[in-house]
């Protein structure tokens, strides 16, 4: 049964007058006990699907049409009291940068025990206590340690604390974005181990949202491909690293370079994402595509079924079924 079900989903900032629409129909589910990655360049449109699901868009954006259902009830249009019984209890979210966002002048352990405490009101401080201790030990950081200041962390080991935070609530959901960007591969590689473990001990499920297809690989069942501010492909690990269908995917397996290592030389996607102000005419990646044909820049194309459970919306395989806006 999907945990989270993210349908026909639009989001708008206003700025300077304007709209700039950063999801733009935006559709996909993720299964209870999941891992489910989310990928595109920068400014595809992912952090502003992550706040979305989290009731943590800023004051200038809003969903203005759509539905995100979470364990079977909508979530658009709650207000900020509801959200606050579900973001951080039944959703938990570790960003790129909660390991700066820990405040430097307490010490950790009391960092992990106060949203305990805020999350449930009948427990007490030491108890709080012993569960976040409880956490850091579940995440890596060891019992001597727990009590120590932010600054006497290495990055790894801050990331660590922040995914003991999104878990102090006892999230049935964990959305982590660009958890492991900042870090270098050998801790990259560890905490991505600590996710895996977590998964498993915890029976999590994870939206893990990166630019970097590579990272996916190891921790995801499936993956959604998003293109200026649209998804553009879908399907399992294997389907998406196997026989990538979307153009757009296979640049960004040929930019990742263990992936391109054998299959040619790792190179960048040529070009620049769009703007979001006035994106592209038809097929949003037209203006990069190199398989570009005469009707992708005057229609957008619909979606097609491929067998397994992968789907792509590309003019090269015609359309069946679903559309795409
Ligand atoms: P990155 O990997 O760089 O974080 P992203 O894929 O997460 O990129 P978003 O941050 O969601 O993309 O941004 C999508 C679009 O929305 C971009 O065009 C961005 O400039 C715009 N945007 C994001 N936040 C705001 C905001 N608060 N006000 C106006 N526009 C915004
Ligand atoms: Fe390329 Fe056309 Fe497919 Fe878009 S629809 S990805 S431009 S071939």
New binding site residues.
Partial sequence: MALLSISDLTVD???AGRT?R?ADGVSFDIESGSVVGLV??????????A?AMMGLL?A??AVTGGSIRFDGAEMTGLDEAQWRSVRGRRMGMVFQGAMNSLNPVRRVLDQVAEPIRTHDSSIDKAKASDQARGLLSLVGIPADRHKAYPYEYSGGMRQRAGIAMALSGGPALLIA??PVTALDVIVQARILRLLEDLREALDLTILF?T?DLGVVARLCDRVVV?YA?RAVEEGTVEEIYGHPKHPYTRALLQSVPNFARGRGESRGIPGTPP??VSPPSGCRFHPRCPDAMEICATRSPGWTRFSGEQVATCHLYGEEGLSNG
Avoid: F, M
């Fill in positions: 900032y206003r700025r700039i950063a595109g360049e920068s400014g595809s449109g992912k952090s502003t699907l706040l800023p200038n954006g974005d660009e949202i630019h998003l501010a703007s979001l």
